[in-house]
């Protein structure tokens, strides 16, 4: 099974940004596809930013236009580049694989944006 491990999350002000990225532990070239969740407080996991295996992407409409998802399938890792961040942007955010038996998570990592 695949076992994802988020890094890159932390503190930081309004307008500001963070990379966010998912190292997994076997080769993402056939998974179907990789994505950014989160998850606030009192509310349901979101979908922000997801990756098809083909390249494919699509967004949060709270994303467009700030976020941007990418893969590097050399490394093995998806990455999640976060700009003009706000305060509603915090978060724990979640790296997601889907196979077409089941989906896996990493265990988060926590974005916290001030005003």
């Known amino acids: 099974q695949v076992q994802l491990v988020e890094s890159g999350g932390g503190l930081v002000q309004a307008g500001g940004s963070l990379r966010l990225s998912c190292a997994a532990s076997?080769?993402?070239?056939?998974?179907?596809?990789m994505g950014w969740y989160r998850q606030a407080p009192g509310k349901q996991r979101e979908l922000v930013a997801r990756?098809?295996?083909?390249?494919?992407?699509n967004y949060a409409d709270s994303a467009k236009g700030r976020f941007t998802i990418s893969r590097d399938n050399a490394k093995n890792t998806v990455y999640l580049i976060m700009n003009s961040l706000k305060p509603e942007d915090t978060a724990v955010y979640y790296c997601?694989?889907?196979?077409?038996?089941?989906?896996?998570w990493g265990q988060g990592t926590q974005v916290t944006v001030s005003s």
């Open positions: 076997e080769s993402i070239f056939s998974i179907n596809a």
């Open positions: 990756i098809t295996s083909g390249g494919r992407t």
């Open positions: 997601n694989a889907e196979r077409p038996w089941r989906d896996y």
